[in-house]
């Protein structure tokens, strides 16, 4: 089944372009397109635009990405709302993600990866640009030790590394879906990572 998203973006030109790469993507069914939050607002607002996904930009006319998050929830609590922005400090982050949003990116960030953070997210992840991860970690975080990995832990990353999905990890290591979810958390937070492509990206480094 495709993958509900929507898109919300007040500059055409990134609009556009958004829209004409993310919906040509097999797993993504694009079901709303929005230059505001308002605009949004009034495509749930009778209940047959239900996305799983939104992908928002935070500065808009009208209210904000950051005050959109709670907005849209309201009329779709299904959907996992994803900023994207050109702010990069570390308290706009905060507040982004105290406001509900599971993912903060940058509009420098390439189209394919935006796909891959957007497909993080219904992975369990929270994804961040790499300029992001690393202001909101000197920010939150400055002297974090590095934790090791518990066995289970390492088991279920040597898995992902190997190409399997969840679903398999689980079946493999004879636990369940939700606790390879939690698990993977934890690495994340012990790794200082936001994503499943971080966390390979870190392995093919050694």
């Not at 922005?85 to 570390?90: E, R």
């Not at 509009?107 to 929270?126: E, F, R, W």
């Not at 289970?152 to 992902?160: G, M, N, S, T």
């Not at 004879?174 to 690495?187: D, F, K, P, Y």
């Amino acid at each position: 089944m495709k993958i509900r998203l929507a898109i919300v973006e007040d500059q055409p030109a990134i609009r556009e372009a958004l829209h004409t790469y993310l919906c040509a993507q097999p797993e993504f069914e694009c079901v709303a397109v929005a230059g505001s939050v308002e605009e949004l607002l009034s495509l749930l607002a009778d209940g047959t635009v239900a996305p799983r996904l939104v992908l928002s930009d935070i500065g808009l006319p009208g209210a904000t990405g950051i005050e959109g998050v709670g907005l849209i929830r309201e009329l779709a609590p299904q959907a996992e709302v994803v900023l994207i922005t050109v702010y990069q400090d570390a308290e706009r982050t905060f507040q982004a993600l105290c406001a509900g949003a599971v993912g903060y990116l940058v509009k420098s960030t390439p189209l394919p990866a935006i796909k891959q953070a957007l497909l993080d997210v219904l992975a369990g992840g929270s994804p961040m640009s790499p300029a992001i991860a690393r202001h909101v970690m000197r920010y939150f975080r400055p002297a974090a030790p590095a934790t090791a990995l518990t066995p289970r832990e390492q088991q279920i990353v040597e898995a992902l590394e190997q190409g399997l999905s969840y679903k398999l990890v689980a079946d493999r290591l004879g636990i369940s879906l939700n606790t390879v979810r939690a698990h993977i958390r934890t690495v994340y937070d012990k790794l200082q990572i936001n994503s499943k492509s971080e966390l390979l990206a870190r392995s093919r480094r050694g």
